[in-house]
C-alpha cells in the first residue's frame, strides 16, 4: 500500500508562482513512475506532469509546458511540482498519483496510476 499526501496549494495571483509536494509512504517509491493530474469543477481529471522513476524522463500536457517543473527526491519519497506564470485557468484541484510497483515509466492517463493522493486546491486570481 501507498498513501500520498499533498500540500502547498493556496491562492496566488495571475503570475505568481507556487510549489507542491507529494510525500509517500513505503518501501517502493523509487520503483515507481508518479504523476500530477489536476480537476477544474464540473471537468474531467486531467494530467498534468509526470516523471519516471529515476527522475530521468519526465512528460508535460502542452497547456503546462514550459511553466510547470516536475521533480523527485527519492530518498525523501516525495515528488514536487514547480508552478510558474500562473493563470486563472490553472485553478483547479491538484492530485498526486503512484503507479505500482516496479512500473517506472512515464503515463500519462488515469488508469496506469494504481493510488491517489487527497488533493491540494490551487486557485489563481486575475
Known amino acids: 500500500q501507498v498513501q500520498l499526501v499533498e500540500s502547498g496549494g493556496g491562492l496566488v495571483q495571475a503570475g505568481g508562482s507556487l510549489r507542491l509536494s507529494c510525500a509517500a509512504s513505503g518501501h517502493t517509491f523509487s520503483s515507481r513512475g508518479m504523476g500530477w493530474f489536476r480537476q477544474a469543477p464540473g471537468t474531467e481529471r486531467e494530467f498534468v506532469a509526470t516523471i519516471s522513476a529515476s527522475g530521468g524522463s519526465t512528460d508535460y500536457a502542452d497547456s503546462v509546458k514550459g511553466r510547470f517543473t516536475i521533480s523527485r527526491d527519492n530518498a525523501k519519497k516525495t515528488v514536487y511540482l514547480q508552478m510558474n506564470s500562473l493563470k486563472p485557468e490553472d485553478t483547479a484541484v491538484y492530485y498526486c498519483?503512484?503507479?505500482?510497483?516496479?512500473?517506472?515509466?512515464?503515463?500519462?492517463?488515469?488508469?496506469?496510476?494504481?493510488?491517489w493522493g487527497q488533493g491540494t486546491q490551487v486557485t489563481v486570481s486575475s
Open positions: 498519483a503512484a503507479r505500482g510497483p516496479w512500473n517506472g515509466n512515464t503515463r500519462r492517463t488515469r488508469d496506469e496510476y494504481d493510488y
